[in-house]
Structures are given as C-alpha cells and as structure tokens.
C-alpha cells in the first residue's frame, strides 16, 4: 500500500471512471488530511477506455474525476 492525497493525485484508483465498486484498493489513513492510501499493484477497468486493457491503479489521465 502507498499512501497518498487522493483529492489531488489524479490517480486511477481514486478515480469515479475506474472500476473498483467495493473501494477494495483504497482505505483512508488519516481522512482528517486527506491522507489515503492505495494498492499500487492493482489492475482494472476504466469506464472512459474500455476499448483498451485493463490500467494500474498508479496510472493517470485527463478524464479523471475524484470518488472520494
């Protein structure tokens, strides 16, 4: 798990267009500041490029929107 600000890291797994539906790779650290962390070596789908195979959790791009 790395840790991470998940408003403003643009990242795939905290992202709304990723699949995820149970929030399996994501937990809260210290959501007082933001502070979350993820499974940097998770794979799955996007909703934005699901013409393409599955992206990294770490991965990012310009649709992103924040789920949490």
């Given at each position: 798990?790395?840790?991470?600000?998940?408003?403003?890291?643009?990242?795939?797994?905290?992202?709304?267009?990723?699949?995820?539906?149970?929030?399996?790779?994501?937990?809260?650290?210290?959501?007082?500041?933001?502070?979350?962390?993820?499974?940097?070596?998770?794979?799955?789908?996007?909703?934005?490029?699901?013409?393409?195979?599955?992206?990294?959790?770490?991965?990012?791009?310009?649709?992103?929107?924040c789920?949490?």
């Amino acid at each position: 798990m790395k840790q991470i600000r998940a408003k403003t890291s643009r990242l795939c797994a905290f992202c709304q267009y990723w699949y995820d539906p149970g929030n399996t790779h994501i937990r809260p650290k210290e959501p007082a500041f933001g502070q979350w962390e993820y499974d940097e070596k998770a794979k799955s789908y996007c909703d934005k490029f699901s013409h393409k195979p599955a992206r990294q959790s770490g991965q990012s791009c310009n649709n992103w929107v924040c789920k949490v």
